[in-house]
């Protein structure tokens, strides 16, 4: 069963920094384009960052280029994505996702999603 669990997020405060983890179950990354996404409350879900399941690929939305940088470690299975220089509107749930298909910041495009994480960013 594909599975897919996100951690690290929490409070902190502007320009401070958090890495999210995306821990994956069932299957392996080798096969698998994984994005990030996030919602804040009232508002829809954005695509964040995206990595191939080559890993050669990547895609940031233009409100987190230079910030966040999305990563992964194919021997402990799981997605990381590093958030530096942290906004108020960055405040939201950050989901991980699993396609099978392309890396893409289109949420339309993802199958399988993890339960998500809080980050909270605030002085």
């Known amino acids: 069963q594909l599975q897919l669990v996100e951690s690290g997020g929490g409070l902190v405060q502007p320009g401070g920094s958090l890495r999210l983890s995306c821990a994956a179950s069932?299957?392996?990354?080798?096969?698998?384009?994984i994005g990030w996404f996030r919602q804040a409350p009232g508002k829809e879900r954005e695509g964040v960052s995206c990595i191939s399941a080559s890993g050669g690929f990547t895609n940031y939305a233009d409100s987190v280029k230079g910030r966040f940088t999305i990563s992964r470690d194919i021997a402990v299975n799981t997605v990381y994505l590093q958030m530096n220089s942290l906004k108020p509107e960055d405040t939201a749930v950050y989901y991980c996702?699993?396609?099978?298909?392309?890396?893409?910041?289109?949420?339309?495009?993802?199958?399988?999603w993890g339960q998500g994480t809080q980050v909270t960013v605030s002085s």
């Open positions: 996702a699993a396609s099978d298909g392309w890396c893409t910041i289109a949420a339309v495009e993802y199958d399988y």
């Open positions: 069932g299957f392996t990354l080798d096969y698998y384009a």
